[in-house]
């Protein structure tokens, strides 16, 4: 039967009595909602940042990251036991090197007894089932904070590469699974995948930071490794222009040709396009960095009441929905927790 509705003086005419489609009813109830949900985050999902440093017996919090911490290498027990408890399959480990062990060229990072390789020691003998990501970049032990050699005021990238091959082959000897570029110079994901077979490190995995911005997010993640007050220039020469997505499909393609197993896009939450169209692209995994900056703005949020703790998996599903395999993120042991409680 067809309907009239007076507007404005004017007759118009509805088939029918109303919609037939009414989209609401795929929502009426928790459990119709969680039926036809497209994308769930499980602890699988999820990588989490440790920060270690120097000292014995100290949990340090870092001011610019409310409920992140620095450990020494003694204490991370104490978080990874959690991560063990929880399932959460990897961590990436990051280290805040003391000011008297940087330089110019970085040599700290392929010191044998530094903060990275302590710790790998430690988590290969007491934690064998949890996987170990490791940086490659020099940013956290060089005196002018930049993730290469800095030459004449610019960063060399064929000496830094020279480099970065030594110190991926250290953490791999120290027991790491995962290497993880993260520097942005060309060509270094081939010369260390090259490396490392020739070293009988085959089976070592390489993510590389194929997509990563020159980012302004990345602020409390500097302050936590120390690198923030060293840095007099920006990292544009070599880090991504953030107006550029087509850049980021080219950087994929070479590393995927130089072999690299996993991809990475960093920051995740303002890049989400980016993730969407590696995705379609290309036929690897491709994993999300929820970034300091990222983190810190959601945590004094929550903080000051302006968002609820529901503002952390709306945030982490977001990654999943763009096409992400796995999220670093900082609220990853929180994110497992909540899961647990709710299975």
């Not at 050699?149 to 791999?172: P, S, Y």
Request: proline share 4%.
């Amino acid at each position: 039967m067809s309907h009239y509705i007076k507007k404005s003086g004017l007759y118009m005419k509805i088939i029918g009595s109303f919609p037939k489609t009414r989209l609401r009813r795929l929502r009426k109830s928790k459990w119709i909602r969680e039926l036809i949900s497209e994308n769930n985050i499980t602890h699988n999902d999820l990588v989490l940042p440790i920060f270690v440093r120097e000292g014995k017996n100290k949990i340090e919090p870092i001011k610019t990251m409310p409920g992140v911490y620095r450990y020494t290498v003694d204490k991370l027990p104490n978080i990874l036991k959690q991560v063990k408890y929880y399932n959460i399959p990897m961590v990436a480990l990051f280290p805040h090197t003391p000011n008297n062990k940087k330089d110019n060229k970085g040599t700290e990072a392929l010191n044998e007894n530094n903060l990275i390789c302590k710790s790998l020691k430690l988590i290969k003998k007491k934690y064998k089932e949890i996987g170990v990501m490791c940086d490659v970049a020099l940013d956290p032990y060089t005196s002018h904070g930049h993730d290469g050699i800095l030459i004449k005021d610019e960063i060399d990238n064929d000496e830094t590469v020279k480099i970065l091959v030594k110190q991926a082959l250290l953490q791999a000897k120290m027991g790491c699974d995962v290497i993880a570029p993260s520097d942005m110079m060309d060509g270094r994901v081939g010369v260390i995948r090259k490396a490392l077979d020739k070293n009988n490190f085959k089976n070592v995995s390489i993510l590389s930071y194929a997509v990563k911005y020159a980012s302004n997010f990345y602020g409390p993640f500097r302050d936590a490794i120390g690198s923030k007050s060293k840095l007099k220039k920006d990292k544009k020469t070599y880090q991504m222009d953030f107006r550029n997505s087509s850049e980021g499909l080219r950087e994929v393609g070479l590393d995927i040709k130089e072999g690299a197993d996993m991809v990475m896009v960093k920051p995740g939450m303002n890049y989400l396009d980016l993730i969407t169209k590696i995705k379609k692209n290309f036929n690897i995994p491709v994993l999300a960095y929820q970034v300091s900056g990222e983190y810190s703005l959601i945590r004094n949020g929550i903080e000051k009441k302006i968002l609820s703790e529901e503002s952390i998996i709306e945030s982490i599903i977001s990654f999943k929905r763009a096409g992400a395999c796995a999220i670093v993120t900082y609220f990853a042991l929180e994110v497992a927790k909540k899961l647990k409680k709710i299975n």
